[in-house]
């Protein structure tokens, strides 16, 4: 499998145009623009699966007062400590 490979995208004619003058501005390459949205697009979906995953499994088993009480605890410790508030 060679190292890149070509793809065809359609985008709305407002989208190229915007992108156009951000690139270049830029001075980068077309590619390099679409390769970084590509990259921030696959890590919002990694972010949001485990976001989901998350609330799944406080569903399953929530905080119970125990660990309302020590967060609540470790909260005001950390906020006593700031001098800057």
Known sequence: ??????IA????ADLHRAVEAARKRQKRSRSAIVQ???????RQQAHA???REYEAGYRRK???PREIE???A????????EDDW
């Open 70 to 72: 020590a967060a609540m």
């Open 36 to 42: 970084e949205a590509l990259r921030n697009w696959l």
């Open 9 to 12: 995208v359609s985008v709305p």
């Open 74 to 81: 470790t909260a005001i410790g950390l906020l006593k400590d």
């Open 49 to 51: 699966d485990l976001v």
């Open 62 to 64: 929530p905080e119970g």
């Open 1 to 6: 499998m060679p190292a890149s490979l070509k």
